[in-house]
């Protein structure tokens, strides 16, 4: 079978394309012919070395595809069935642990830039109704991760106040499930034309952080001085302090990227207080990811995709990602 592989130490020239052995179906597993994969900052920093793998690591971390045979045991699907992901195979339910956060596909794992998969049963879900595989695979780290932000763990209300950052996968989709509840959506952008496709999917009011850099004063100023319910936290210590100033007495923030870095000088006075609460946020479970599935087939959600790309060129994607251009979901068609 094709697969795309990483060779140690990583970067986008140690990306070739190679043969391996078709893997088979053992207990509790089935055997999935993958059809497409998107791409996340998780697998930009994979591939471009930021985290190390094994040489020859398989990469991508979001599959779907069609299970073409099961191993001894499996109920849960059948040879034909249309399958998804999830980010954490092992993570079923319930609260995080450390076990729960292993056994990542592209990382900790070989992943899905690959025409076969064999893993456990458990680590899929079914697809959204009527999707095809390129859209389910936009789902299982971007959307899970803005599903559990707003959702699971900031649990928004209809009239809630949402403050996005950027136009990456994650912020796209919190944009759409804030909508989808009910809820006011603040969106933030470098670009005037990206914050137009923002307001088209949605946004009430929109905020170019560039021409405006106190963007947190003036997201709160669009609240009558309130604050924002839920921040979408994506960029890190680079824009958590505009985020406080950006949240209400007693709001939440959704800890979920660190594009600006891994550490930095955070306001905690203002923070504390402002009685903020700041959370971390690493994708969710598989139940987690059967109600958000649920949720888009109640509502019709659409994902964005901006660009399809064939397995082979998978190092072109990850340029068309670095280059910041794109808006919405760039996709693998394997």
């Known amino acids: 079978m094709k697969v795309a592989a990483l ?37 930009f920093a994979v591939v471009a070395g930021m985290i190390r793998t094994p040489d020859g690591r398989i990469p991508m971390s979001d599959g779907s595809g069609d299970v073409v045979a099961v191993g ?52 899929f879900t079914r697809l959204p109704a009527g999707w095809s595989h390129q859209q389910a695979a936009t789902l299982p780290c971007a959307a899970l991760t803005a599903w559990r932000a707003l959702m699971v763990e900031a649990r928004i209300q ?31 952008s470098s670009s005037d034309e990206k914050l137009e496709r923002l307001k088209a999917l949605g946004a009430d009011h ?76 690493t994708v969710g479970s598989h139940d987690a990811q059967e109600d958000m599935i649920a949720a888009i087939d109640a509502n019709g959600l659409q994902p964005v995709i901006d660009r399809v790309f064939p397995l082979d060129e998978i190092a072109q994607a990850f340029m068309h990602q670095a280059s910041q251009t794109h808006f919405g979901k760039i996709c693998l068609e394997i």
């Open 7 to 43: 060779k140690s130490p990583g970067g986008l020239d140690k990306l070739v394309i190679d043969t391996r052995a078709e893997p088979h179906a053992g207990p509790g597993e089935v055997l999935v012919r993958v059809r497409a994969s998107s791409l996340n900052f998780h697998d």
């Open 72 to 123: 001894a045991g499996v109920t849960r699907f059948k040879a034909g069935d249309r399958v998804l992901s999830t980010f954490f195979p092992g993570w079923v339910g319930g609260p995080p642990s450390l076990s729960r956060l292993s056994g990542v596909p592209g990382d900790h794992a070989d992943g899905f830039a690959a025409e076969y998969v064999a893993m456990p049963a458990e680590a």
């Open 158 to 188: 209809p009239g809630d106040i949402v403050l996005t950052q950027g136009t990456g996968g994650v912020s796209i989709f919190a944009v759409q499930f804030a909508k989808a509840a009910g809820a006011m959506v603040i969106a933030t």
């Open 206 to 281: 929109l905020i170019n952080y560039r021409s405006t850099p106190e963007w947190g004063q003036a997201a709160a100023a669009l609240t009558g001085g309130r604050g924002v319910d839920l921040v979408v936290e994506i960029g890190g210590p680079g824009t958590l302090t505009q985020s406080i100033h950006a949240s209400r007495i007693g709001g939440h923030i959704s800890l979920i990227g660190v594009l600006t870095g891994v550490s930095g000088e955070v306001p905690t006075a203002l923070a504390m207080t402002k009685n903020v609460a700041i959370k971390g946020i």
